[in-house]
């Protein structure tokens, strides 16, 4: 994980994109998204194109 990270930030430090748009938000923690920020500070932004899984829930608490 840590290489791709690398990647990204070498990406962004050498394009200075006004945007980064990062399409799978679990990869992105805080550290990482304040140096991205860092970088000619880009707008940060992201999509999640599922629905998060609902709790399963006991059939007693269903009753």
Do not use: W, Y
């Amino acid at each position: 994980m840590r290489k791709k990270k690398n990647i990204l930030l070498a990406q962004i430090e050498e394009l200075k994109p006004d945007l980064v748009l990062k399409q799978d938000l679990f990869h992105v923690d805080t550290r990482l998204a304040r140096r991205i920020k860092q970088i000619g500070d880009p707008i940060l932004t992201g999509q999640l194109g599922t629905c998060p899984r609902a709790p399963k829930m006991s059939q007693s608490a269903i009753s």
